[in-house]
């Protein structure tokens, strides 16, 4: 149990730090994306299937922090999961995403307080980000991508949003 409690309480501190690493420092959404160079060849069928990831981060980052460093130096016992949820998740932000999504047509495959993946046919994704979803080619490698920059609601702010091609 210990194990498995200290297992959680590790991947949220990875997944914060890998999230502060890619985070805005201002309270917009940010798209993450490659910035692959290809040339145009066309725009993605639209009903091609385009699949979504959304890293919500947790809140209280500080105090994390903190915590991790004292169960790590086993200054404090590990934290039962539903003490890590009620500090840290953000279980509001979570259902609000995702009920805009699936209002806007999109399905959700993946659900917790840190993280929401969700697909839906592009046309659907263009319509709801407010962008066109073209082919490019790059050497032999066929994909597809935004063509202009995605914008999304503001109460997605700080979140991060990835996908929207399948650039590898």
Do not use: D
């Not at 404090?76 to 609000?96: D, G, H, R, T, W």
């Not at 066109?132 to 995605?150: Q, V």
């Amino acid at each position: 149990m210990k194990i498995g409690l200290s297992l959680l309480v590790s991947f949220i501190i990875l997944f914060s730090i890998l999230t502060l690493a890619i985070l805005p420092t201002t309270s917009s959404a940010e798209y993450i994306g490659p910035k692959p160079q290809g040339t145009q060849i066309g725009e993605l069928p639209p009903n091609s299937e385009v699949t979504v990831g959304i890293l919500i981060p947790p809140k209280n980052m500080n105090l994390l922090y903190l915590t991790a460093e004292e169960v790590a130096n086993h200054q404090i016992s590990s934290m039962s999961y539903k003490q890590v949820f009620s500090m840290f998740a953000q279980p509001q932000l979570e259902n609000k995403i995702k009920v805009f999504l699936q209002s806007k047509g999109f399905t959700i495959s993946i659900s917790n307080p840190y993280v929401i993946v969700a697909s839906a046919p592009s046309s659907v994704v263009e319509n709801t980000f407010h962008t066109t979803l073209a082919l490019f080619k790059e050497n032999n490698i066929t994909y597809y991508k935004p063509t202009s920059t995605p914008t999304f609601p503001s109460f997605f702010s700080n979140v991060s949003i990835l996908g929207l091609t399948n650039y590898n």
